[in-house]
């Protein structure tokens, strides 16, 4: 079946690159998605990778997608405080998007 | 443009009793989702719906029914509350199965 592999917690400092990496299954899948989550609010659309691209960058943000180990990541650069959130990959399935159980980011000064 | 719109926000149950939880979508959109939300679970899917008058059980669906009357609604219903659905409750809508989802605010309930 599907399934979706995500790291829990990933601690940077403030100016940092951050890399949350995510492993999924459904070698099918159309598009693959990050999603960001801050406190209290609902998931909301961080970038996203079409399967027969291998990499997309949309200013800090840069998603690499391996589609032959089926890896994708999100690297963040420079990253601040503001980026504190959990994080959430997701892969387009047949009927359903399925995503993994969410990357806590923690930003320190 | 509301997107998606979820009531009520907050609301505390006590064990047994029923509520329905309402979702709301402005995009026209055919796919609908409820997921629940727990500390190290992720998101689970509870219930979707591919179109107006249609429903599926995702992963966890035991415990709550759904209803898609109208193709911008889809209702989660509680008919009686258990402490293990304490949870936070988010709704989603997407124009197809793999395009990109859209999410409301979330509903924190809490049985007690």
């Known amino acids: 079946g599907e399934d979706v592999e995500q790291s829990l917690f990933l601690s940077v400092r403030e100016g940092d690159s951050s890399v949350i990496n995510c492993t999924y299954t459904?070698?099918?899948?159309?598009?693959l998605y990050w999603y960001k989550q801050e406190p209290g609010a609902g998931l909301q659309l961080l970038t996203y990778?079409?399967?027969?691209?291998d990499m997309k960058q949309d200013q800090r943000l840069t998603v690499l997608l391996n589609k032959k180990d089926k890896h994708l990541s999100l690297r963040i650069a420079d990253t601040q405080t503001g980026d504190s959130a959990i994080y959430f990959c997701?892969?387009?399935?047949?009927?359903?998007?399925?995503f993994g159980k969410g990357t806590m980011l923690l930003v320190s000064p | 443009n509301a997107g998606v719109t979820q009531t009520p926000k907050f609301r505390v149950l006590k064990t047994g009793q029923s509520m329905t939880l309402l979702c709301a979508q402005d995009?026209?959109?055919?796919?609908m989702y409820w997921y629940r939300q727990d500390p190290g679970m992720g998101l689970r899917l509870i219930h979707y719906?591919?179109?107006?008058?249609?429903?599926a059980k995702g992963e966890v669906p035991d415990g709550y029914n759904v209803s898609r009357l109208k193709k911008q609604n889809f209702l989660l219903g509680l008919e009686s509350a258990a402490p293990s659905q304490t949870s936070v409750y988010f709704c989603?809508?997407?124009?197809?199965?793999?395009?990109?989802?859209?999410f409301g605010q979330g509903t924190r309930l809490t049985v007690v």
């Open positions: 719906s591919v179109g107006e008058g249609t429903t």
């Open positions: 990778i079409f399967s027969n691209m």
């Open positions: 995009m026209n959109h055919e796919y």
């Open positions: 459904d070698s099918s899948s159309t598009y």
């Open positions: 989603a809508s997407s124009y197809a199965a793999n395009t990109e989802a859209f």
């Open positions: 997701a892969e387009g399935g047949y009927s359903t998007l399925t």
